[in-house]
């Protein structure tokens, strides 16, 4: 079955980029007919939607992020990137990728990224 | 943005109670309407798609109900293994919003 696995630094200073992969095992990005996202969840608080990206390289991201934010797709490797760009202690969350058609139903478990000097 | 919102905010029930969370959206997003449980540490898992269909594998006591701009989500034996923090998911429009959570404990 598909699995996703977020990896990364787990600490970035402030106004630096933050930088995460997902990848993909148990199928191909490649394949067609899911979006792959990156989303969000601040400590103690909810999901925020940060984008997605198709195997094509088409993207879309939340207009409160879209300034910072690309979402890359490397299709020989199975795998898509996360890029947002000067952080502030306010981009500190646990980060998540999954899978998407209408609902999220794959998802990474998830990687915490603190930025902090 | 469609925003969401959620009803209660939390809750706390016994074991074997019937449980209902609601959602209402700020705007007609037909049956596009998702439902997720988050257990403490994990990501979200999708329980309900459509606004009323189980996703494969989730039990029966878990459904789902309504259209337009309000949508109910029930468990109707509540088990120790449900205590978690529940959200709906809009996908009418983008970008994607989730409602705030609602969490749930055993009473």
């Known amino acids: 079955q598909v699995q996703l696995q977020e990896s990364g630094p787990g600490l970035v200073k402030p106004s630096q980029t933050l930088s995460l992969t997902c990848t993909v095992s148990?199928?191909?990005?490649?394949?067609?007919?899911?979006?792959w996202s990156w989303i969000r969840q601040h400590p103690g608080k909810g999901l925020e939607w940060i984008g997605y990206i198709y195997y094509s390289g088409s993207t879309y991201y939340n207009p409160s992020l879209k300034s910072r934010v690309t979402i890359s797709v490397d299709t020989s490797k199975n795998q898509f990137s996360l890029k947002l760009s000067s952080v502030t202690a306010a981009d500190t969350a646990v980060y998540y990728c999954a899978r998407n058609r209408d609902a999220f139903d794959i998802w990474g478990q998830g990687t915490m990224v603190t930025v902090s000097s | 943005d469609i925003q969401m919102t959620q009803s209660p905010s939390s809750l706390s029930a016994s074991v074997g109670d019937r449980v209902t969370i609601t959602c209402q959206a700020s705007?007609?997003?037909?049956?596009?309407l998702n439902w997720y449980q988050q257990k403490p540490g994990k990501a979200p898992k999708l329980l309900i798609y459509?606004?009323?269909n189980l996703e494969t594998g989730v039990p029966s006591r878990f459904s789902g109900s309504g259209s337009g701009t309000d949508f109910t989500f029930t468990i109707s034996s509540l088990q120790p293994e449900d205590i978690a923090t529940y959200y709906c998911?809009?996908?009418?429009?983008?970008?994607?919003?989730f409602g705030q959570g609602t969490r749930l404990e055993i009473k």
């Open positions: 459509d606004a009323s």
């Open positions: 148990g199928g191909s990005i490649s394949s067609g007919g899911y979006y």
């Open positions: 705007q007609d997003i037909s049956n596009y």
């Open positions: 998911q809009q996908y009418d429009n983008l970008p994607r919003t």
